[in-house]
């Protein structure tokens, strides 16, 4: 059974910056695609960014390009978000998920494993 456990949230103030970190046990982790999401109050829970496997390969949200970052540890099974130029519509829990195989995805449904969430609050 896999279990992730994210970490690195908290308040921030607009243009700051935050970095996220997910850790992974139990399973195959240097194996799979993760990914990140993240539910404000009162919406639906939606995609953030995805990494492969290796590494090679990442996509994001249109919404945050350019301003966030996924990368991994595969030696420590951990999986990195960094988010600068933070916005108060950044403001969510942020959620790790992992995926059974290598290749990457927008689609939360693809994803098998969940972590508890991260609280990101952005004042503006």
């Known amino acids: 059974q896999v279990q992730l456990v994210e970490s690195g949230g908290g308040s921030v103030q607009a243009g700051g910056s935050l970095r996220l970190a997910c850790a992974a046990s139990?399973?195959?982790?240097?194996?799979?695609?993760m990914g990140w999401f993240r539910q404000a109050p009162l919406q639906e829970r939606e995609f953030v960014a995805t990494?492969?496997?290796?590494?090679?390969?990442?996509d994001y949200a249109d919404s945050v390009k350019g301003r966030f970052t996924i990368s991994r540890d595969n030696a420590k099974d951990t999986v990195y978000l960094q988010m600068n130029s933070l916005k108060p519509e950044d403001t969510a829990v942020y959620y790790c998920a992992a995926r059974r195989i290598a290749w990457t995805s927008a689609d939360e449904q693809t994803y098998v494993y969940w972590g508890q969430g991260t609280q990101v609050t952005v004042s503006s």
């Open positions: 139990g399973g195959t982790f240097r194996s799979v695609a």
């Open positions: 990494i492969s496997r290796s590494g090679s390969t990442t």
